[in-house]
């Protein structure tokens, strides 16, 4: 029986650099707890551009289609800002997101006790947070058509339509029901429907989906409010379930309530392959941080973190997946920071394979 395969596309700035320490918690647990992977390597954004003049070569595009996960750093920096549209960094990630239909981003908003403290919010209300927010990746606003520019009388308008299907807003709605029916059972489905016809069905669809999971409790909340709930009360949430364009500022509202984008991994998960396995990508939430590429400074936990969503969910390895955030937990309760952590007190940040080094010495003390 051959190995999971893992496609690694480690992209642009800090991307090889957290990717390298990825690298080795793989090599560990080949060595360590027979768990063994096929791993491949290619390029995406701005290094695939270097190498062949778009952001995501056809090959690449093909093997990220049949491997089990793809794992992917991060994409883009200003030696790119004056390509065309077009061919940006960004574009790359976009085509695998919509050739693989990885309809359902998970993004998960937990406070480590240990980092309770970083959060601009008063500790007792982040302290112990657990928030997943379920996207919709595929369709919305992002990918609705007509769009673009276009002159009208003596003007231009810039145009983008906001659009959903019922199967679309159907099987992002599953996806949270089936991850809440793991956690605690609540979801919370946040739209616009007081002034959109599209969240008005978003409402409707959701709310039937529902009714296949009596044990889950549904709510709905415009987006607007769901925001400033966010940043109110936001441990009243379990499962966050909405749109594309909506998910895409709810979540990085979510994720500063935990102190720092180093620390927040991604999944996005597609319809099942032929072995039963969703096609997914996984990737952490901060982007290519040029500015402190190539220095060692990076915070590679986020996607440390983002490996160990792909051992829960692709390769149903929650025991392992744990193991890995625990590993992180200690190291974290022990006082290990990189650059981005530093709290007041100041101190010594570690580098970035420093960091490394500990998470795999706190997994070694785990066996």
């Given at each position: 029986m051959s190995n999971p395969s893992i496609l690694i596309l480690p992209g642009d700035g800090i991307g090889p650099e957290v990717m390298d320490q990825v690298v080795r918690v793989i090599d560990w647990y080949g060595a360590k707890r027979d768990l063994a992977f096929d791993v491949s390597t290619d390029l995406v954004g701005g290094a695939a551009y270097d190498a062949h003049g778009v952001p995501l070569?056809?090959?690449?595009?093909a093997k990220a289609q049949e491997v089990d996960a793809v794992l992917l750093g991060a994409v883009g920096g200003p030696k790119y800002d004056d390509l065309d549209f077009s061919v940006k960094p960004e574009r790359g990630l976009l085509r695998l997101r919509k050739e693989m239909d990885l309809y359902s981003n998970l993004r998960p908003a937990q406070c480590f006790d240990a980092l309770a403290d970083f959060s601009s919010l008063k500790k007792d209300i982040v302290a112990g947070l657990d928030i997943m927010i379920v996207r919709e990746l595929t369709s919305g606003v992002y990918f609705g058509e007509p769009r673009g520019i276009i002159e009208e009388g003596n003007e231009r308008v810039g145009i983008n339509t906001q659009r959903y299907t019922e199967s679309e807003i159907e099987r992002a709605a599953r996806s949270a029901f089936e991850l809440a029916m793991r956690r605690n059972k609540k979801v919370c489905s946040m739209e616009k429907a007081?002034?959109?016809?599209?969240?008005?069905?978003?409402?409707?669809?959701?709310?039937?989906?529902?009714?296949d999971y009596p044990e889950v409790e549904l709510s709905?909340?415009?987006?607007?409010?769901?925001?400033?709930?966010?940043?109110r009360a936001p441990k009243q949430f379990d499962v966050i379930v909405t749109d594309n364009l909506f998910g895409d500022i709810l979540s990085d509202c979510a994720a500063m309530l935990t102190g720092s984008l180093g620390m927040l991994p991604s999944a996005s998960l597609g319809a099942p392959m032929a072995n039963g396995r969703p096609k997914a990508m996984y990737e952490p939430v901060h982007g290519s941080a040029p500015d402190i590429a190539g220095q060692g400074k990076a915070n590679p936990i986020a996607c440390m973190l983002s490996f160990a969503m792909a051992l829960r969910y692709s390769f149903d390895q929650g025991e392992e997946a744990a193991r890995l955030e625990s590993a992180i937990e200690k190291v974290l309760a022990d006082g290990a920071r990189?650059?981005?952590?530093?709290?007041?007190?100041?101190?010594?940040?570690?580098?970035?394979?420093?960091?490394?080094?500990?998470?795999?010495?706190a997994l070694d003390a785990s066996l």
């Open positions: 070569h056809d090959d690449t595009m007081n002034v959109m016809e599209s969240g008005i069905l978003w409402r409707e669809v959701v709310t039937k989906v529902g009714e709905h909340m415009y987006a607007d409010n769901g925001a400033m709930q966010l940043v990189t650059g981005d952590l530093m709290g007041p007190e100041g101190g010594t940040p570690l580098s970035t394979a420093e960091m490394g080094d500990a998470i795999l010495a």
